[in-house]
Nanobody
């Protein structure tokens, strides 16, 4: 079992920055993909940024050039640096990880961008 805990959300003005962190605990050996998703009220959860264990990254078109996903030197951390935030970035951000056939989600952290 793996537990994921997000932190770093909050209220920020448009154009500002936030850094989200996700700490994984438990049986973290062999984790492959770690990623960030977000969800707007009444909408489905969508992928924001993905990082594979091999170093590949993927970003949604809406955040390219503004967001950066990275993994910590300690393998149980993943970060999302968010710059030039827009009101449309408002939502609950979830950390995701997979390990073999298992998929894990954090409980989410709220990001609110005021225009």
């Amino acid at each position: 079992q793996v537990q994921l805990v997000e932190s770093g959300g909050g209220l920020v003005q448009s154009g500002g920055s936030l850094r989200l962190s996700c700490a994984a605990s438990g049986s973290i050996f062999g984790m492959n993909v770690m990623a960030w998703y977000r969800q707007y009220p009444g909408k489905e959860r969508e992928s924001v940024a993905t990082s594979s264990s091999g170093g590949s990254t993927f970003y949604a078109d809406s955040v390219k050039g503004r967001f950066t996903i990275s993994r910590g030197n300690v393998r149980n951390m993943v970060y999302l640096q968010m710059n030039n935030l827009k009101a449309t970035d408002t939502g609950v951000y979830y950390c995701y990880a997979d390990q073999d056939v298992n998929h894990y989600w954090g409980k989410g952290t709220q990001v609110t961008v005021s225009s």
